[in-house]
C-alpha cells in the first residue's frame, strides 16, 4: 500500500496529513516545529498520488513510481564456506564470509520478505540461524536481518549427559565439583545431594605389592578393574569447604593469562582476574589461587587447579567463572563447544542441552550482576559446600553417644606396665588399655574396618552389635619435675600439667617417648603427656593404606578409622581429666600421702606433623580440650599430598593403579570429601569460633616450619585464615619469601601478650649450598621441597618455641613473643 502525498501548505490540517509517513520513520514533529506528537489523525491511503491547484482547487490522482527496496543484513560468526540464504524461497545468495549482505532482488512496498537458510556452512561443525529475518517491506531498505553463526548442537556428544558433564568435553567429572552431579533434597541442609554415578568413576588396575611386602612376585596382587564406588561420596549434601577445583583448559598460559597463581593469590581479588570464585549468595568474591597439574605429562592431561586460599563456607554456593584465558601466543582460547551454546545463546532442539539452558542463564545474570560478562567468559559453574552438619555430624554423634555410655563415670582402664626413670626427662613411664564404644563394623575395630550403620537410613554410625568395645592403647611420661625419681615414690610432687600429645605421619603412642617434643618440654614445663595411637592413619594402618591408594574406594575406612580415632583420643582426654581416672590409680600418684601426679583441672592437646593435622579436628571437638598447639601443621590432604615428599612412596602405587593422570587428579580432589570427615579441613570453621554444638570454644597456636618438605606451610596459611588466626610480625625476613605479599589476609598481632589464637613462622634461614645449611622458599609448583635441609623438626627444639608452648597450654594462656622485634629463627 502506498501512501497518498499531499501537497503542503502552510495550514496544520494539511501538515497533520503527514503524520502516518512520518511515523513509518520515527521523525513525527508537532504542528509548531516542536518535538511534541501531533494529535492522532485518521489517514487513508490508495494506490494513487494526488496534486491539487492550487488557483482552482481541483484534484488530479496519477499513479506514483514503482519503489523497490533491497532486503539485507549481517552475518556474524561464519567460520566455514558454503552458507547459502534464500528470500522468499528464491533468490539465492552465497556467503562465504561474516559482513554485510544484500539479496540481488529488491522487493516493492508492502510486500513481505522471509530470510531462510537454504544450505548450512560445509563440514558440518556450524550451524547458522535467522534473527529478524521475517516482515513487510515498507518505504526504505530492509537492512536489519541477522544471520548468527556458532557450534552446531547436534555435534555435541550428549549421550552420557546425565552422569557427566558436556561442559568440559575433555573429561566426564569435569569440571568439578560441580552441582550437575547434584540432585535436589528435601532431606538436607543445602537442599541437595551428592549423586556422583559408578559408569562415571575412575577404574583401577591390579598393583603387584609383594615386593613391596617383601613376599615373592605374584603373590599379593591386588583387585583390578573396580571402579570407584560412589556410596559413600554421595551421602554428602555437597563438597569439601577445602575442596580442589579442577577442569582442563587446553593451550592454557598462566602468565599470559595474568592468573594468581600460589605467590600472588591475592590477584583473585581483583577486577580484572581471569579467575573469579563468587560467593552465590553474597556475592563476594573469595580468595583463591590456580596452578596447573605439573604432574601431567602431556598438555591434553593437565587440569587446571584452583585451590581455596581460605576455605569455602559450609552450606553456601560458589560461582567459579573462567574468563580472559589465553595460549603461549597471547591468543583468547576457544570454549567448548557446549559452552558456547549456552554463552552464546546458540538454540537448539536437544533436550539434554535445553534443561540445562535455565540454570546456565541463571549463572550469566548472576555474573552479569557482579560485573563479570557473559562475552568474555571461557567457562562458568557452580558448586554447592556441604553443610556444617553433614560434615560433622557422624563425628558428634559418636561423641555425644560414647559420653551418654559413661554418664558421670570415667572411663574403664587397665594399667599393664610401670616403668620406672626410663630417661633423664621422666620419672616415670605407664602403659595400659582403656575402653572405647565401637563404632566400627569389626570386632576391636581393626584397620580396614569402617562405620557400622545398623540403622541406615539415618545415615549416623552405631556401636557396633549395640554395645560392642575396643581397647585402645595408652602411653603416659611423668616428668621429673613432677615427681624427682620413679624409685623414690613419696617425694615430694608438683602435680604436672595434664596434655595430650599427638603423633606424626604413620606414627603409634610410642612417639611421646621421645626426646625434644616432648621430653624437654615436659620437663622443662612439667607436662604430663599421654598419648594413643591416632588409628585411622597409624602405624597399624599401614597395609590398609597401602591397599587403598590402589583402590580409593575403601578410603572411607580410613576416614572412619580416623574418626573412632578421635573418639579415642577424647576418652584418653576424659581420663586425664577425671578425679576416678588416672588420677584415682596408683601408678599415676606420688608423694606422702599419696597425691596425683596429674593436675586435673585442665586437660591441654599439643600435636607435630600428622599430630597437628589431625589435632585440629580434636580440639574443634573436644568439651574437655580448649587450648591445643600444633606443630608444623596444615590441613586438608588433597592439598597436602602432592607438596609432601612423604607421599613418595605410595605415588608409584596410585600411579600404576590408576593410569590415566585424570583420573588421579578426580581422585586427590574427590577423596578430600571423606577425608574431611577425620581431620581439620572438616572442622576449621568450628575450631576457634563458632563452636560445634554442645562444644566450648576453643583457641590455638600454630607452629609452622618455612619451607616445611612434609607439610607444606602453604596448607597451614589457609588454615590460619579460616580459623582466624592472627600473625607475628615480621612473619619472615624481607625477601624470603617469593609471596607478592607474603601471609597475605592474615591480621597481625599488634601487642603482646595476645589473648586469641596465633600463627608463628620458624625460619631456618636462607639455603647455603656450600654448607648444606637454610631452606630455600618452596616451589610454586604442586611438588614439594627438596632443596636444603627439610626444617619439619626445627620449631619443636627452639627454647622460644618451648616457652611460647608453655604460656599458652595453661588456664588463661596467651601467646607471648619469644622472637622481639625480629622474626622467629630455627637455625
Known amino acids: ?20 509517513l512520518t511515523a513509518l520513520t520515527a521523525l513525527t514533529t508537532g504542528c509548531d516545529g516542536s518535538d511534541e506528537d501531533p494529535p492522532p489523525q ?28 533491497s532486503v539485507g543484513g549481517e552475518v556474524v560468526g561464519l567460520q566455514g564456506m558454503g552458507l547459502v540464504l534464500q528470500n522468499n524461497g528464491g533468490d539465492d545468495l552465497t556467503i562465504d564470509a561474516s559482513g554485510d549482505f544484500t539479496f540481488p532482488t529488491a522487493l516493492p512496498q508492502g510486500s513481505p520478505y522471509a530470510v531462510t537458510i537454504l544450505t548450512q556452512p560445509e563440514g558440518g561443525a556450524q550451524r547458522c540461524w535467522v534473527e529478524q529475518g521475517v516482515g513487510t517491506m515498507g518505504p526504505v531498505d530492509v537492512s536489519n536481518v541477522r544471520v548468527r553463526c556458532d557450534i552446531d548442537p547436534s555435534t555435541i556428544d550428549v549421550t552420557s549427559a546425565d552422569r557427566c558433564d558436556i561442559l568440559d568435553p575433555g573429561y566426564c567429572l569435569f569440571p568439578f565439583p560441580n ?31 609383594s615386593g613391596l611386602l617383601g613376599l615373592p612376585p605374584g603373590t599379593y596382587v591386588t583387585e583390578g578393574d573396580l571402579p570407584l564406588n560412589p556410596a559413600e561420596w554421595n551421602r554428602n549434601d555437597g563438597f569439601s569447604p577445602g575442596q580442589m577445583i579442577l577442569t582442563l583448559v587446553p593451550g592454557l598460559d598462566l602468565a599470559q593469562s595474568g592468573v594468581g597463581g600460589i605467590t600472588h593469590m591475592e590477584r583473585s581479588l581483583q577486577v580484572s582476574s581471569p579467575v573469579v570464585v563468587l560467593d552465590a549468595d553474597t556475592g563476594e568474591r573469595h580468595l583463591v589461587w590456580a596452578e596447573l597439574d605439573s604432574y601431567a605429562t602431556t598438555d591434553a592431561t593437565r587440569a587446571f587447579i584452583i585451590h581455596a586460599g581460605t576455605n569455602f563456607r559450609e552450606g553456601h554456593r560458589y560461582i567459579v567463572a573462567l574468563r580472559d584465558l589465553r595460549g603461549a601466543d597471547g591468543l583468547p ?26 540454570h546456565m542463564e541463571e549463572l550469566f545474570a548472576r555474573l552479569d550482576a557482579l560485573g563479570v560478562d557473559r562475552e568474555n567468559l571461557y567457562l562458568t559453574w557452580d558448586f554447592t559446600v556441604a553443610s556444617e552438619r553433614n560434615l560433622s555430624e557422624r563425628m558428634l554423634h559418636i561423641r555425644d553417644d560414647a559420653f551418654a555410655t559413661l554418664g558421670q563415670a570415667a572411663p574403664a582402664f587397665t594399667v599393664t606396665s610401670v616403668t620406672q626413670n626410663p630417661d633423664a626427662n621422666r620419672s616415670r613411664r605407664i602403659q595400659g588399655t582403656f575402653t572405647v564404644p565401637n563404632y566400627l563394623n569389626q570386632d576391636g575395630g581393626v584397620s580396614g574396618a569402617s562405620f557400622n550403620y ?30 624427682a625419681d620413679g624409685n623414690v615414690p613419696d617425694g615430694p610432687v608438683v602435680p604436672g600439667r595434664a596434655a595430650i600429645y599427638g603423633h606424626g605421619q604413620q606414627g603409634a603412642a610410642s612417639q611421646v617417648n621421645g626426646g625434644a617434643a616432648t621430653g624437654e618440654l615436659s620437663n622443662q614445663y612439667n607436662y604430663v603427656f599421654c598419648a594413643t595411637d591416632f588409628i585411622g592413619m597409624a602405624e597399624s594402618d599401614d597395609l590398609n593404606i597401602v591397599n587403598l591408594v590402589t583402590d580409593f574406594t575403601r578410603i572411607n575406612t580410613l576416614a572412619d578409622r580416623l574418626q573412632q580415632g578421635l573418639l579415642n583420643n577424647l576418652f584418653l582426654a576424659r581420663l586425664l581429666v577425671h578425679a576416678d581416672g588416672f588420677v584415682s590409680h596408683s601408678a599415676f600418684q606420688g608423694g606422702s600421702p599419696a597425691q596425683p601426679l596429674i593436675d586435673t583441672s585442665e586437660v591441654f592437646y599439643y600435636g607435630i606433623s600428622q599430630g597437628g593435622i589431625l589435632g585440629g579436628a580434636l580440639v574443634a571437638i573436644s568439651q574437655d580440650i580448649k587450648r591445643g598447639v600444633l606443630g608444623v601443621p596444615g590441613m586438608n590432604y588433597s592439598l597436602l599430598l602432592d607438596r ?16 590415566n593422570e585424570i583420573d588421579r587428579r578426580f581422585i586427590f580432589s574427590a577423596i578430600q570429601m571423606l577425608w574431611d570427615r577425620g581431620e581439620s579441613n572438616a572442622y576449621a570453621q568450628h575450631m576457634t569460633g563458632d563452636p560445634l554444638p554442645n562444644t566450648p570454644p576453643h583457641e590455638v597456636l600454630l607452629h609452622v616450619a618455612f619451607g616445611d618438605h612434609q607439610v607444606t606451610h602453604w596448607s597451614a596459611d589457609v588454615e590460619a585464615r579460616t580459623i582466624g588466626a592472627f600473625i607475628h610480625d615480621p612473619a619472615i625476613t624481607a625477601g624470603r619469601s617469593e609471596d607478592v605479599t607474603p601471609y597475605f589476609g592474615i591480621p597481625s598481632i599488634d601487642d603482646y601478650p595476645y589473648a586469641g589464637s596465633a600463627i608463628f613462622i620458624w625460619d631456618t634461614g636462607p639455603f647455603d649450598d656450600a654448607t648444606n645449611t637454610g631452606t630455600p622458599p618452596p616451589p610454586s609448583i604442586n611438588q614439594p621441597p627438596r632443596d636444603g635441609v627439610d626444617p619439619h623438626s626445627r620449631p619443636r627444639v627452639q627454647p622460644g618455641a618451648r616457652q611460647q608452648i608453655s604460656e599458652f597450654l595453661k588456664t588463661n594462656g596467651v601467646v607471648i613473643n619469644p622472637c622481639g622485634n625480629a622474626p622467629c629463627m630455627a637455625p
Do not use: K, W
Open 42 to 69: 485518521e489517514t487513508t491511503t490508495s494506490s494513487t498520488d494526488s496534486s491539487t491547484d492550487t488557483e482552482t482547487g481541483t484534484t488530479t490522482e496519477t499513479d506514483p513510481p514503482d519503489e523497490d527496496h
Open 454 to 483: 545398623a540403622q541406615p537410613d539415618d545415615g549416623l554410625p552405631d556401636q557396633l552389635g549395640g554395645t560392642g568395645t575396643l581397647e585402645a592403647n595408652f602411653i603416659c611420661n611423668i616428668p621429673r619435675a613432677a615427681l
Open 179 to 209: 552441582d550437575h552431579f547434584t540432585v535436589p533434597s528435601a532431606d538436607t541442609d543445602t537442599g541437595r545431594r551428592v549423586a556422583l554415578d559408578v559408569a562415571s568413576m575412575p577404574v583401577n588396575a591390579p598393583v603387584d605389592l
Open 333 to 358: 582460547l576457544e570454549p567448548s563447544p557446549a559452552f558456547r551454546v549456552y554463552r552464546d545463546a546458540v538454540p537448539s532442539d536437544i533436550p539434554a542441552i535445553e534443561d540445562r539452558r535455565p
Open 1 to 20: 500500500m502506498i501512501l497518498r502525498r499531499p501537497t503542503l501548505t502552510a495550514t496544520c490540517s494539511l501538515s497533520l496529513a503527514l503524520t502516518a
Open 644 to 659: 609432601a615428599t612423604g607421599f613418595d612412596d605410595l605415588r608409584p602405587l596410585m600411579d600404576t593403579a590408576y593410569g
